[in-house]
T-cell receptor, first 112, second 110 residues
Framework: QEKVQQSPESLIVPEGAMVSLNCSFS?????SIWWYQQHPGKGPKALI?????GNKKEGRLTVYLNRASLHVSLHIKDSQPSDSAVYLC????????????FGKGTHLHVLP | GGIITQTPKFLIGQEGQKLTLKCQQN?????MYWYRQDSGKGLRLIYY???????QKGDLSEGYDASREKKSSFSLTVTSAQKNEMAVFLC?????????FGKGTRLTVV
């Protein structure tokens, strides 16, 4: 069964820093991979997704996928205090596209 | 845009009690989910439903039942609440792998 692991568990950075979040998964044939943001007391919200090897940029967010190394990363440029949240990596397995698997998340704190 | 509404927002139950959580979505999505979120354990899939009247067990289905009688609604029943249990239950729906979540029901068992 697909496994999704995230690192680090938590991260504290000053405002304006570049943030790098990591996610490893177990099946190179997995379909799309998503990053979600969750603020306290709210449900997770999708930020960005990637399917093909390489990178994808949307605003301050860039995601990198390397299927050979089973690794995806999310980079947040010019981080803001409002970026403070839990970031979840989610993988859509090839064996069952409906059964989206989430990692445990990275707690990000951006200090003003 | 659409919305996923979960009721109640807070649920306090007693040990051994049967408790029902409800979820409504107006996205018109076929697929719906129930996840449990515990501190330090991430989101764990309890049940999902590909279409109306379909039910599929997730990794954490033991101790739970689910019902999908209409496309727009998906309910979850805790069959026997465990003492000191505290968790957030998240309902979600999806299209093309993007998952949309409700705000959650926070369960406390006394």
């Amino acid at each position: 069964q697909e496994k999704v692991q995230q690192s680090p568990e938590s991260l504290i950075v000053p405002e304006g820093a570049m943030v790098s979040l990591n996610c490893s998964f177990s099946d190179s044939a997995s379909q799309s991979i998503w990053w979600y943001q969750q603020h306290p007391g709210k449900g997770p919200k999708a930020l960005i997704s990637i399917f093909s090897n390489g990178n994808k940029k949307e605003g301050r967010l860039t995601v990198y996928l390397n299927r050979a190394s089973l690794h995806v990363s999310l980079h947040i440029k010019d981080s803001q205090p409002s970026d403070s949240a839990v970031y979840l990596c989610a993988v859509q397995p090839d064996t069952n596209a409906y059964k989206v698997i989430f990692g445990k998340g990275t707690h990000l704190h951006v200090l003003p | 845009g659409g919305i996923i509404t979960q009721t109640p927002k807070f649920l306090i139950g007693q040990e051994g009690q049967k408790l029902t959580l409800k979820c409504q979505q107006n996205f018109n999505h076929d697929t719906m989910y129930w996840y449990r979120q515990d501190s330090g354990k991430g989101l764990r899939l309890i049940y999902y439903s590909i279409t109306e009247n379909d039910l599929q067990k997730g990794d954490l289905s033991e101790g739970y039942d689910a019902s999908r009688e209409k496309k727009s609604s998906f309910s979850l029943t805790v069959t026997s609440a465990q003492k000191n249990e505290m968790a957030v239950f998240l309902c979600a729906s999806s299209i093309r792998a993007e998952v949309f979540f409700g705000k959650g029901t926070r369960l406390t068992v006394v």
